[in-house]
C-alpha cells in the first residue's frame, strides 16, 4: 500500500497548512534516494522542484489558492519535455538535451501547483516492455529485484509502488503504461485516444500515442486525468474531453455488463494470471456485474497489425534524429550524408535500429501494400469487431499480460517474445479506446493486472467501474 | 514470405540512413525476417472490402487562426541543443564531396 495520503487529501493538506510542499518534495527526494537500486529514476529535478516549492509555501502563506494538486511531488517519464533536467527517453541519441518547453500536461500539472521531482527510466523512445532497452538502466521490480518492472513505464511503475511519488505520469503506445502497472502492482490508466495533449512529448507511433496517469488509486488517476485532459490548440489530435468533472465517479457494479475476450483466456496464457483474473471476474459477478464470454475473431490479429504500423510511425517519427538540429551528432563526418548515417549508427540503440528498419521495409515499395495498407485495413476489422461487442456489453475485460513480469534477461534475446508481452494491450490502442489496469493479485506472489477497456470516450464509465472494482478486489 | 537476404538489409539500412556494423547485419538479417514472417499472418485475412484506418478521432483538417502566438521560446533556447552553430544559425556538414 502507498505511503502517501490520497493526492486530493496531501493537496488539501498543503493549502491548509498542515503539511508544507517543500516538506513532501524532501520527503519524496529522501525515498528515491534510498531506494536508487531499483533503477526507477533516471535523474532528479530537485533544484527546481525545492525552488518551486519554495515558491507554492510563500503563496500558501499569504493566503493564496493554489490548486488541486497544490505542493503534491510526482515523476515524469522521460519522454516528457521538462525543465530541470535534460529529456531523453533514455536514449543514448538525446543525451545531454535541455527541454526549451515544458509538454502542455506538465504545464497543465504545475498550473495545479504540483511538482515534477524526477524523471523516470523507459525503455529508449517507449521501444519495449521491460525497460531492458533503455540506454542507460535497467528498472528491477519493486517485488523482486531478479525481475522487470516492465515496460515501457517501467521506471514511472517501479517508481510509484517504491512510493517515490504520489503519482507519476507516462505514455502507452501499445500497453506501455498498462503492462508495467500490471508487473509492477499499481493503477495504469490509459486514456481515450486524443484525449490528452501530446505536445511536448517524444513521438513514438503517432497514431496511437496516449499519456495518462500511474498511480495507488483509481480516484488519483481521475483527478490527474481530469487536469491533463483537453483540447489543445498545439496538438491537433485532441478531442473534445467531457464537460463535466472525471472525478465525479459513480461506482457501480450492479448491473454493470462485462465482456470476458475468450482470446485472451487461452492455453497461452499463464495459469496463475488466468486463475487471478478469473478469480477477480468471479468476484465482480458477486458484486452484481453481468457476466458473458465472447469472442473477438481479430483480436489475435492485433499483434501482427501492431508490429506493423508502429513500426512503420517510429521509423518516420525518428527520422528527424540527424544530428543537426539537436542531440548527439558525430562530429567526424566528413559530409552531411555521412553525419546522418554515424550519428544514428551510434546514437541509436539495437531496438530503435531494428525498428526503423522494419518501418522502413513495410513502407516501401512492393512491400508497402501487402504490410502497411493490409495492416490498416484489418485495423478497420478490429474497430468494427470492438464496436459491435460494445453494443451488447459496456465493458470488456481481461488480463494486462499473458505472464507476470518475468526474469530480467529472459527475453532480451528474442525480440519476438518480447513483442509478445504486449499481446493483450494493443488492440485497445489501435482501437483508440480507454484502458485500465488494477491491481487484483494476492499477496505474497507477484502483481497481476486486470484489464477493463471501455467504448472511445466513455473515460468517466470506465474510471467509476474501475472504482467499483478496486473496492471488491483489494 | 522469403527470409531477408544479406543485399535486403543492406539496402533497408542505407534507406533508413543507418550504417550497421558486421555483427548488426548478421543479427538482424534473422530477426527482422522472424518479424517480418510473424506478422505475415495478415496475408491469410478477408478484407471485407473494408476501407484502411489512418487514425480513429475522426477528426478532419483541424484549423486555427492565422495569428502568430507567443510561447515564450526563445531562439537562444532551441540553439542551445544545436551541435554547431555559425552566426546564429544551424551550421552543417558540406553536401558535396
Given at each position: 500500500m502507498s505511503d502517501w495520503p490520497s493526492i486530493s487529501e496531501l493537496a488539501g493538506q498543503v493549502q491548509t497548512g498542515k503539511q508544507t510542499a517543500t516538506a513532501l518534495v524532501e520527503k519524496s527526494l529522501q525515498i528515491i534516494s534510498d531506494k536508487?537500486?531499483?533503477?526507477?529514476?533516471?535523474?532528479?529535478?530537485e533544484k527546481r522542484a525545492r525552488q518551486r516549492a519554495k515558491v507554492i509555501d510563500g503563496k500558501i502563506k499569504k493566503g493564496e489558492s493554489l490548486g488541486r494538486l497544490a505542493g503534491v511531488p510526482f515523476i515524469a517519464k522521460d519522454n516528457f519535455l521538462v525543465f530541470g533536467a535534460e529529456t531523453t527517453a533514455a536514449s543514448n541519441i538525446l543525451k545531454g538535451f535541455n527541454a526549451p518547453y515544458q509538454a502542455t500536461a506538465i504545464e497543465k500539472l504545475e498550473a495545479e501547483g504540483a511538482i515534477c521531482v524526477a524523471k523516470a527510466n523507459l525503455d529508449?523512445?517507449?521501444?519495449?516492455?521491460?525497460?531492458?532497452?533503455?540506454d542507460f538502466m535497467i528498472t528491477k521490480n519493486p517485488?523482486?529485484?531478479?525481475r522487470v518492472a516492465g515496460g515501457s513505464s517501467g521506471g514511472p511503475a517501479a517508481a510509484v509502488v517504491l512510493n517515490m511519488a504520489p503519482f507519476a505520469i507516462g505514455t502507452d503506445t501499445g500497453g506501455s503504461i498498462r503492462q508495467p502497472s500490471s508487473f509492477s502492482g499499481c493503477v495504469g490508466y490509459k486514456p481515450t485516444?486524443?484525449?490528452?495533449?501530446?505536445?511536448g512529448v517524444i513521438a513514438m507511433a503517432s497514431s496511437t500515442d496516449v499519456i495518462g496517469p500511474l498511480t495507488s488509486s483509481v480516484a488519483d488517476a481521475a483527478l490527474i486525468l481530469d487536469v491533463i485532459a483537453g483540447r489543445d490548440?498545439?496538438?491537433?489530435?485532441t478531442v473534445e474531453r467531457d464537460k463535466?468533472?472525471?472525478?465525479k465517479l459513480n461506482p457501480k457494479l450492479k448491473g454493470k455488463k462485462f465482456g470476458v475476450i475468450k482470446e485472451y483466456l487461452s492455453?497461452?496464457?499463464?495459469s496463475v494470471v488466468k486463475k487471478s483474473v478469473v478469480g477477480a471476474i468471479t468476484e465482480l459477478k458477486k458484486s452484481g456485474a453481468e457476466i458473458r464470454e465472447l469472442s473477438l475473431s481479430s483480436v489475435p490479429l492485433a499483434l501482427a497489425v501492431y508490429y506493423i504500423l508502429c513500426p512503420a510511425e517510429i521509423s518516420s517519427n525518428l527520422g528527424?534524429?540527424?544530428?543537426?538540429?539537436?542531440?548527439?551528432?558525430?562530429?567526424?563526418?566528413?559530409?552531411l550524408e555521412e553525419s546522418y548515417k554515424k550519428t544514428r549508427s551510434v546514437g541509436f540503440g539495437a531496438e530503435a535500429k531494428r525498428r526503423i528498419m522494419i518501418g522502413t521495409y513495410v513502407l516501401s515499395s512492393g512491400y508497402y501494400d501487402a504490410f502497411y495498407l493490409k495492416a490498416q485495413i484489418v485495423r478497420t476489422k478490429l474497430i468494427n469487431e470492438f464496436n459491435e461487442a460494445f453494443k451488447s456489453v459496456d465493458f470488456l475485460i481481461g488480463p494486462?499480460?499473458?505472464?507476470a513480469a518475468f526474469k530480467i534477461?529472459?527475453?532480451?534475446?528474442d525480440p519476438l517474445k518480447m513483442y509478445l508481452s504486449d499481446i493483450m494491450t494493443v488492440a485497445a490502442s489501435l482501437v483508440g479506446i480507454p484502458s485500465i489496469s488494477i491491481p487484483i493479485s494476492e499477496s505474497g506472489s507477484l502483481p497481476v493486472g486486470l484489464q477493463i477497456m471501455a467504448p472511445q470516450k466513455a473515460d468517466l464509465e470506465l474510471l467509476s467501474v474501475a472504482k467499483a472494482a478496486e473496492a471488491v478486489l483489494a | 514470405m522469403a527470409r531477408l537476404t544479406r543485399d535486403d538489409v543492406l539496402k533497408l539500412a542505407q534507406l533508413a540512413q543507418i550504417d550497421l556494423s558486421e555483427d548488426e547485419i548478421k543479427r538482424f538479417q534473422g530477426e527482422i525476417s522472424e518479424i517480418l514472417e510473424y506478422v505475415a499472418?495478415?496475408?491469410?485475412?478477408?478484407?471485407?472490402?473494408l476501407e484502411p484506418t489512418d487514425?480513429?478521432?475522426?477528426?478532419?483538417?483541424v484549423m486555427r487562426d492565422d495569428t502568430i502566438i507567443d510561447y515564450g521560446i526563445t531562439p537562444a533556447a532551441l540553439l542551445n541543443n544545436v551541435p554547431a552553430t555559425l552566426n546564429d544559425q544551424i551550421k552543417v556538414k558540406r553536401t558535396l564531396t
Open positions: 536508487k537500486t531499483y533503477n526507477a529514476i533516471l535523474w532528479t529535478t529508449a523512445f517507449g521501444h519495449g516492455a521491460s525497460t531492458e532497452n533503455s517485488h523482486d529485484k531478479t485516444y486524443g484525449l490528452v495533449s501530446r505536445n490548440g498545439l496538438d491537433s489530435t463535466s468533472s472525471y472525478t492455453d497461452d496464457v499463464d528527424r534524429y540527424d544530428g543537426q538540429r539537436y542531440g548527439y551528432s558525430y562530429k567526424e563526418a566528413r559530409n494486462v499480460a499473458p505472464t534477461g529472459e527475453n532480451t534475446k | 499472418l495478415l496475408e491469410a485475412v478477408n478484407l471485407d472490402n487514425q480513429v478521432t475522426g477528426l478532419v483538417s
